[in-house]
């Protein structure tokens, strides 16, 4: 009975440390799916627990613009394009980012645990690789059937090599060489050959970024200058009458069929149900992120969802001016999302989670710096005023602290 109680109490500690939560949510989202009757990332079963060591009762308003984005869906439906049963768990990417940001924007963790999670989970991706690929290997395996070999709860070669490739850049910039000599074995086990390209661009942005100032000083325009050039490497691609490599071909038909489509529902798009056939069941979505924003939720949706990126990415730039992790964040979310331009990354459930995930955390950093930054007078802090009056200048001085004019109150 007694071991019983102290049990009790120590399960009742673990549920209201909130670090230790926290911890173990980071390593849920690299660890992956629970299959069950219904299929869902163990790290929501987890973030209830974090929401009540935490006590989370108000709301962040930058938590409501992936549900937002979801208004087409709405119009879709009063327009005669239903939303059957097996449409519903696209949406759930929205659920989850929404939920994630109202969650942990009001944690307070070191940065260095957020990292220390990150890169544990990292590394825990590429040990069930191994352990995976050890268990199934036959000689005389073709390279598909190796790839194939490459899975985890999380999902399969290219999907985890976008998630090692994450840990990898916060690894490089932490400085934690041996973590990322081990992440770079494991991410060149996932045969993923896209994946190698954007290993050389991260590594690319990385030396640019440690050898000079042009990255940390103009964040913006250096993330301007990628979008630019991404964009004129997909129009190429969708109009070259050049011989592609089947991988890339296969790609390249999937957006001119998705472009298709989106011609037929500019404004608001239309159920995944609707235009599946287009991909012969090749693919659940065009391999390219604005695309398929694009086809779920047409232009209005695909403009707040993009509002919500630039959102998150503008805060990680601003961060990361005085913060080697976050600027590590900042690069690795950038990368990723290129990525998403020819893989299926952006709007799947795991990377929309890892993302909601640091924009909440860069919510609450932004918080706590603007508190640190007010500092009360002496005759304040003697108690030579009242509770009263001393709460209505830290009122003013915390508005003050963010440029903003503090409200008047008429009596």
Known sequence: MGLALISVERL?????????????????????????KLTLPLAMFILPLLAYSLRVKSLRWQALLPSIACFP??????????????????????????????????????????????????????????????????????????????????????????FVLYGLVLALYAKEWLCSVALIFAFMATFSRTGYVMLALAGLIYLLDSRTTIIARWPKISCGALAIAVAAVVSFLLVTKTVLPESLAIRVSLWHAALYHIAEYPLFGTPRSEYFYIFNGLAW???????????????????????????????????????????????????????????????????????????????????????????????????????????????????????????????
């Open 73 to 162: 869906v709405v119009i879709q439906a009063l327009t005669g394009n239903m939303v059957v049963k097996a449409d519903i768990s696209v949406y759930f990417c929205f659920f989850y980012s929404m939920v994630v940001v109202l969650v942990v924007s009001k944690i307070r963790p070191d940065d260095s645990l957020v990292r220390l999670g990150v890169l544990f989970g990292s590394l825990l991706i590429g040990v069930f690789m191994v352990a995976n690929a050890s268990l199934n290997y036959r000689p005389g395996m073709s390279f598909y059937e190796l790839k194939n070999l490459i899975s985890t709860p999380l999902g399969s070669s290219n999907y985890l090599a976008v």
């Open 285 to 411: 979505d065009p391999h390219n992120s604005i695309l398929n924003l694009l086809l779920l939720l047409g232009s209005v949706g695909t403009v707040i969802y993009l509002a919500y990126l630039y959102l998150m990415l503008s805060l990680f730039a601003k961060l990361g001016r005085d913060s080697v992790f976050w600027r590590s964040v900042y690069i690795a979310s950038i990368v990723t999302l290129v990525w998403s331009m020819f893989e299926v990354v952006l709007l799947t459930p795991a990377y929309d989670i890892v993302m909601a995930t640091m924009y909440g955390l860069a919510i609450a950093s932004k918080l706590n710096r603007v508190e640190a930054s007010v500092s009360l007078p002496s005759w304040i802090t003697e108690g030579r005023i009242s509770a009263e009056e001393k709460k209505d200048y830290e009122l003013i001085s915390r508005v003050k602290a963010q440029g903003q004019r503090a409200p008047v109150s008429v009596e």
């Open 12 to 36: 009742s500690h673990w549920l209201k440390n909130s670090s230790v939560l926290f911890f173990a949510y980071v390593l849920a989202i690299f660890y992956g799916n629970i299959y069950a």
